[in-house]
Each structure stands twice: as C-alpha cells, then as structure tokens.
C-alpha cells in the first residue's frame, strides 16, 4: 500500500524521505513524490514522478531540491490510473498545501463535489486531493489550531495516516491517523513520522504510535495530539529495538530466491525462538495455562497466502489438539455473523501485522472481550500492539512481494503450537514436542534438498516447456489442497498465469470441463495412502481427457507417476502433516524459474504491495 513519510528538525530532509521510502517501498511502487519548504524563501516545492521510486530519484538528481521539513510518497493506486497526475503530495488550489495519504476517504466524491461547488480546483482523480483542499476550505475562515483540525478529521470517513504540510506554518507538521498506521520517531531537535518505524530504525529508538482516530502536530522539539474529538491525549513515547539492516540479495538474482533459500534457518529460528519462551510462552500470548487446557475451539483468520497457512494449520490443530478449527478469510468475517465463543483462541495469522482486514475482524472480536492472538513476522506491528497476546515468526524481513519464508514459517509457529497446546492439554508428553521440533527441522532441510534435486531440470527442461501455458489448474486433496490455493496464487501473482485451484474430488462436479490438452494440471499428492488413491484417479480423470499432468508425489506413489508427463518426487521421511513443508521448496522455485522464464518483474508483481493496508 501507500507510504508516507514526513521529516522536521535540524537537517535537510531529503536524504531521510528517501532512505524511509527506499527501506518501504514494498507497500507500493506505481507512483513517488516528494515536497518540502525550500529553507530560504520558505517556498513549497515538489517533485513527482510514475513508476518506481528511482525514478523521482532521476528527477531530483536533475533539478535537487530541499528543506528542513519535507513529506515523501511512495503510492499503491486505489482511487485514479497510476500517473504523474494522480502522485502524491497534492495541494490545494494554490499549491501551499500538500498531503501525503495512505487509505481510502470513503466520501470523497462527495467533500469533492461540495468543494467544487465552493470554488476549488482539483487536478487529480484521487480521493487523496479532498484533504489538502478541506485544509484550505478551513484555514480561510478559521485558525490553524486543534479544533479545526479536529472539525476536519471528522469529516472524512474511511481509513487514513495522512502527513500535512502547510507552507503559511513552517514549523509544523499535521498527522492523522484512523486506522492506517502511522508513527513519530522522536529525535534530538528532529521529528520522523512515517507509516512503519523501518523508516526511521537506526536514526532513533524512540517511537510516538499515534492511537486509532487521532491527530498531531510535530514540531521539532515535540508533539501534542489529540483525539478526533480535540482531547488533549498524552504522548506515550515507547523504545523500538527495531534495526533496518541494508537488505541485499546476497547474491542471488532476485529476492524471491533469496527468500526461498533462507527458508530452512528461517524455520530453524522460529523454532528456537517459541521454544525459548518457555514458561513466557502463555503470558506473551495474553492466556492463562488453564484456559489453553480448556480451550475448546481455535479459530484462525487472515488473507491470502497467510490464509493458505490456517487451511493447512486447521489439520495440525484438529489432528494435534483433537478440537475443531474454524478457518476465516478476514476480508469476509466482518460481513458474516459472528458467534462470540469464551474457550476459543482466535489467531490473527499475518505477515505484515498490518493488514486492514485482518486488523479490522481482530476489532471486532476485541470488542467481544475474547482470547485474541497475533502471529505475525512484524513484532511492532499494529495486529500486535492490538491482540491481547502474540507469536513471532522469525522470518526476518521478506523483500519480494510473494510470500515464501513468511508463509514456511508461519506453518513451523503452527505446527509448534499445535504441539505445545497438545501438551498444555495433557494429549501428548514433552517428548512428543521434542519430536515435533526435530521433524520441523527436518522437513525445513528436506523442502532445501528435494528443491536442489529438481532445481536444475527445471532450469534447463520444465521452465521452458510450461513457461508458455497461460492458464493452469492446481489440485489437491485435504491438506495438500490448501497447498494447491498457495501454488495457484503464486503462479498468478508472480508469473502472471491464470490459475485456478480446486479440491481434486470436487473436479467431476463442474470444473472438468477445462481439461483438455491446452491447461497444465499440476496434482499435489498426499502421503496417506486413502487419500493418495483418491488422488490417483481424479489423475486418471484428467488424464482420460487429454490433461498434462505435473505431479508433485511422495516415494513410492508409481501410480500417480505413471499418469505424469512430469514428476516430482519428494523424499524423505517426515510425519505426513509436514508433507506440505517438504514440497513447498520445489514448487516455489518451479513458479519463480517459469516466471523467469515469462520475463515478470519477480520481486515486485505489478498491481501489488507488500502490506494491504486498505480494505
Ligand atoms: C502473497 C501474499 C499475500 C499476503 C496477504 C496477507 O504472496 O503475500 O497474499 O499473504 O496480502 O498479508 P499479511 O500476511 O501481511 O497479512
């Protein structure tokens, strides 16, 4: 999504505008912009450009600008075609106004259409633009002071962490925030306020998080905020241990592979990091020992590839815990009935900790005054600073836009915690938690080993040949089903494929009627023998039709090779729940080499951000 980033103090602020949205650029990259006071005639000046933020880089080696307080831009579209044009700041009508915004203002046709009416002028087609005019709307008649901000906060609905910057107050900043996250790094005698303390990690280690619906004004010295109400409200400055270590790709032609690569320590780590917490453990999950032994339901919610890893934790977890999970996409909760249910430990499954849909279902259950529990990779995230308690993956920061090691390593947190739950339950001995941990990191080796074993047919022979379908169909059964949704999303997301994923045995009642010769059907097995079966002859339907199959089998499954044009065997031993793990190594490289191969812009999709902080 969107970043915004806002600089006051004592130095020149380019430099920290564009390392900030350098370091989160991730969150968007159709668009850039960048304006700050010009130190001498204390004049606003800007540059924007389309596309990456190199770009504005360019222009801004072309024609430098500068000053002591800026604001910077990096932009996910959502209101308006990525352009010029539509780059953020935007102004009011006679440009001595900017904003930067990451959100949606739900009314914004309609705060246009009245300030059309009162005269402005707007330039863009975003819903951005109607902040900047609103300020002037005010600012005409009333005095820049917390009350009229506060008249003009309450009047935009939606999500926003907006940055102000107002050439007639040079020493302020204005940030808003209602839900989208926004922050300030307090400094010595300077101000960094951004969508994410990344930005600011390094520079300092103290971080004001503005509370949902409030504003602030950020001199260089110190800030005062306020409620959306206009209370005074108190400025809780907090410590972040937070390091923004310059991320390269260690070699590798992209971060994807990189990311693929660390899979295996990444997992490694997790594991050592959940089974440090020892005793910690319930505390830092916001539960007592006693309601996880009487716990009677897990539900787990979150969006796209994070809400592949609860399909596939719902079968650790009833297998495991022997009680029923409920899977939820948090996009759709909110619209659903909701049961409140006491012995139920909801788990807020995501990457980023910061996406809208997931934060939003975790509000709404929080008002419920239930177990509500954040797994995230991002320990200063919102969805922890929200949930009553939390896990961390220790995936360390994931660069590419498609998940890898964040989604391997929310499956190990599960898995462990699928155990540790079982034994908290009496269902199982410490030394099955030992087991356990010792087949994850055998899994984690084995997904590295069964991915090298294939990695060089697939560069000369596989890539090539199915390089050139654009449609392709996934399928799976039980547990290897959700691994089938997690194939098709990433073949569609990085190699731009049109996939489609269903449960094998759901194929004779619709979908069927796809296969011919022109669809790859690419068929996850199952190590359990019955399912396996089942599996073997939904191949043999597809294969009756003329289907290419590329199967992704286990030692000792000839059959469902046999029906294969292409074979992927992965070996070695692991309980059958880690299967998944075990296979997710190949298959993700097969995706990035066939998106090679399609010459897509791997790390960086178009269309996409790496934290979805809009709903
Ligand atoms: C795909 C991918 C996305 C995210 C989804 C949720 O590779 O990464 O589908 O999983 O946007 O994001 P998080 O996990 O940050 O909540």
Same mark, same amino acid.
């Given at each position: 999504m969107?970043?915004?980033?806002?600089?006051i103090?004592?130095?020149l602020?380019?430099?920290y505008? =564009?390392?900030?949205?350098?370091?989160?650029e991730?969150?968007?990259?159709?668009s850039?912009?960048f304006?700050?006071l010009?130190?001498?005639?204390?004049?606003?000046?800007?540059t924007?450009?389309?596309g990456?933020?190199?770009q504005?880089?360019?222009?801004?080696?072309?024609?430098p600008? /500068?000053?002591f307080?800026?604001i910077?831009?990096?932009?996910?579209?959502?209101?308006?075609?990525?352009?010029?044009?539509n780059? @953020?700041?935007?102004f009011?009508?006679v440009?001595?106004?900017?904003?930067v915004?990451n959100?949606i203002?739900?009314n914004?046709?309609?705060l246009k259409?009245q300030?059309?009416?009162?005269?402005?002028t707007?330039?863009?087609?975003?819903?951005?633009?109607?902040?900047s005019?609103?300020?002037?709307s =005010?600012?005409?008649?009333?005095?820049f002071?917390y009350q009229?901000?506060?008249?003009?906060?309450?009047?935009?609905?939606?999500?926003y962490?907006?940055?102000?910057?107002?050439?007639k107050?040079?020493d302020?900043?204005v940030?808003?925030?209602?839900?989208?996250?926004?922050?300030?790094?307090v400094?010595d005698?300077?101000?960094f306020?951004?969508s994410?303390?990344?930005a =600011?990690?390094? %520079?300092?280690?103290?971080?004001?998080?503005l509370?949902?619906?409030s =504003?602030a004004?950020?001199?260089?010295?110190?800030?005062?905020?306020?409620?959306?109400?206009?209370?005074?409200?108190?400025?809780k400055?907090?410590?972040?241990?937070?390091?923004f270590?310059?991320?390269?790709?260690?070699?590798?032609?992209?971060?994807?592979?990189?990311?693929?690569?660390?899979?295996?320590n990444?997992?490694?780590?997790?594991?050592a990091?959940?089974?440090s917490l020892?005793?910690g453990?319930?505390?830092?999950?916001?539960?007592t020992?006693e309601?996880?032994a009487?716990?009677k339901?897990i539900?787990?919610?979150?969006?796209?590839?994070?809400?592949?890893?609860a399909r596939?934790?719902?079968?650790?977890?009833?297998?495991?815990?022997?009680?029923?999970?409920s899977?939820h996409l948090a996009?759709?909760?909110? @619209?659903q009935?909701f049961?409140?249910a006491?012995?139920?430990?909801?788990i807020f499954?995501?990457?980023?900790?910061?996406?809208?849909?997931?934060?939003?279902?975790?509000r709404?259950i929080?008002?419920h /005054?239930?177990l509500t529990?954040?797994?995230?990779?991002v320990?200063?995230?919102?969805?922890v600073?929200?949930?009553k308690?939390?896990?961390?993956?220790?995936?360390?920061?994931?660069?590419?836009v498609?998940?890898?090691?964040?989604f391997?390593?929310?499956?190990?947190?599960?898995?462990?915690?699928?155990?540790r739950i079982a034994?908290?339950? %009496?269902?199982?001995d410490k030394a099955?938690?030992?087991?356990?941990?010792?087949?994850?990191?055998r899994?984690?080796?084995?997904?590295?080993?069964?991915?090298?074993?294939?990695?060089?047919?697939?560069?000369t022979?596989y890539a090539?040949?199915?390089?050139?379908?654009?449609?392709?169909?996934f399928?799976?059964?039980?547990i290897?089903y959700?691994?089938?949704?997690e194939s098709?999303?990433?073949?569609k997301?990085?190699?731009?494929v049109?996939?489609?994923?269903?449960?094998?045995?759901?194929?004779?009642h619709?979908?069927?009627?796809l296969?011919d010769?022109?669809?790859p059907i690419?068929?996850?097995s199952?190590?359990?023998?019955?399912i396996?079966?089942?599996?073997?002859?939904n191949? @043999?339907?597809?294969k009756?039709?003329?289907?290419?199959?590329?199967a992704?089998?286990?030692?000792?499954q000839?059959?469902?090779?046999?029906?294969a044009?292409?074979?992927?065997?992965?070996s070695?031993?692991?309980?059958?729940?880690?299967?998944?793990?075990?296979?997710?190594?190949?298959?993700?490289?097969?995706?990035?080499?066939?998106?090679? %191969?399609?010459g897509?812009?791997?790390?960086?999709?178009r269309?996409?951000?790496?934290s979805?902080?809009?709903?």
């Amino acid at each position: 999504m969107c970043t915004v980033v806002g600089y006051i103090g004592k130095s020149l602020c380019r430099s920290y505008i =564009f390392e900030g949205l350098a370091r989160l650029e991730y969150r968007g990259y159709d668009s850039a912009g960048f304006a700050c006071l010009e130190p001498d005639s204390q004049k606003l000046l800007y540059t924007k450009a389309s596309g990456q933020l190199s770009q504005l880089v360019e222009r801004l080696e072309k024609n430098p600008i /500068d000053g002591f307080l800026g604001i910077g831009h990096t932009r996910w579209s959502t209101h308006g075609n990525f352009s010029e044009r539509n780059a @953020h700041p935007h102004f009011d009508c006679v440009k001595s106004i900017s904003v930067v915004h990451n959100g949606i203002i739900e009314n914004h046709d309609e705060l246009k259409k009245q300030l059309i009416k009162e005269g402005h002028t707007f330039e863009s087609d975003t819903d951005t633009e109607v902040i900047s005019h609103l300020f002037e709307s =005010f600012l005409a008649e009333k005095k820049f002071n917390y009350q009229t901000v506060s008249e003009i906060v309450q009047m935009l609905d939606g999500m926003y962490a907006c940055i102000i910057m107002l050439q007639k107050f040079p020493d302020t900043l204005v940030a808003i925030r209602k839900k989208s996250p926004l922050c300030v790094g307090v400094g010595d005698g300077e101000m960094f306020i951004a969508s994410d303390v990344i930005a =600011f990690a390094g %520079k300092t280690d103290k971080v004001f998080f503005l509370p949902d619906e409030s =504003f602030a004004f950020v001199d260089k010295h110190g800030i005062k905020a306020y409620s959306f109400a206009g209370t005074e409200i108190p400025v809780k400055i907090e410590k972040t241990n937070v390091s923004f270590d310059n991320i390269d790709k260690g070699g590798h032609e992209h971060f994807m592979l990189k990311e693929i690569y660390e899979q295996k320590n990444a997992i490694a780590k997790t594991v050592a990091s959940l089974r440090s917490l020892g005793a910690g453990l319930w505390d830092q999950l916001g539960v007592t020992a006693e309601q996880v032994a009487h716990l009677k339901e897990i539900s787990l919610l979150a969006c796209g590839t994070s809400w592949h890893a609860a399909r596939i934790a719902q079968f650790f977890f009833e297998s495991i815990c022997n009680i029923p999970v409920s899977v939820h996409l948090a996009s759709e909760f909110r @619209h659903q009935v909701f049961f409140p249910a006491k012995h139920t430990l909801y788990i807020f499954i995501s990457q980023s900790g910061e996406t809208a849909d997931v934060l939003e279902a975790l509000r709404l259950i929080n008002e419920h /005054d239930l177990l509500t529990v954040a797994l995230t990779n991002v320990a200063t995230s919102t969805v922890v600073r929200e949930a009553k308690g939390f896990v961390q993956t220790q995936a360390g920061p994931e660069v590419a836009v498609a998940s890898t090691k964040a989604f391997s390593t929310q499956l190990a947190a599960l898995y462990w915690l699928a155990h540790r739950i079982a034994l908290e339950k %009496k269902l199982i001995d410490k030394a099955a938690l030992v087991q356990a941990e010792e087949d994850l990191l055998r899994a984690a080796e084995l997904m590295e080993k069964n991915l090298e074993k294939y990695r060089d047919v697939i560069d000369t022979q596989y890539a090539p040949q199915y390089a050139s379908y654009d449609n392709a169909m996934f399928l799976g059964r039980h547990i290897s089903y959700p691994l089938a949704m997690e194939s098709a999303l990433k073949i569609k997301e990085v190699a731009y494929v049109f996939a489609v994923s269903y449960p094998a045995g759901e194929l004779k009642h619709g979908s069927l009627a796809l296969v011919d010769t022109t669809v790859p059907i690419y068929v996850f097995s199952h190590p359990d023998p019955m399912i396996y079966q089942k599996i073997v002859s939904n191949a @043999h339907e597809v294969k009756a039709r003329g289907g290419h199959i590329i199967a992704f089998a286990y030692e000792g499954q000839h059959e469902l090779c046999e029906l294969a044009e292409t074979v992927f065997v992965i070996s070695g031993a692991f309980p059958p729940l880690l299967g998944t793990l075990a296979t997710l190594g190949v298959m993700q490289y097969f995706v990035y080499a066939v998106a090679k %191969k399609r010459g897509c812009p791997i790390d960086k999709p178009r269309n996409l951000a790496k934290s979805v902080t809009v709903e």
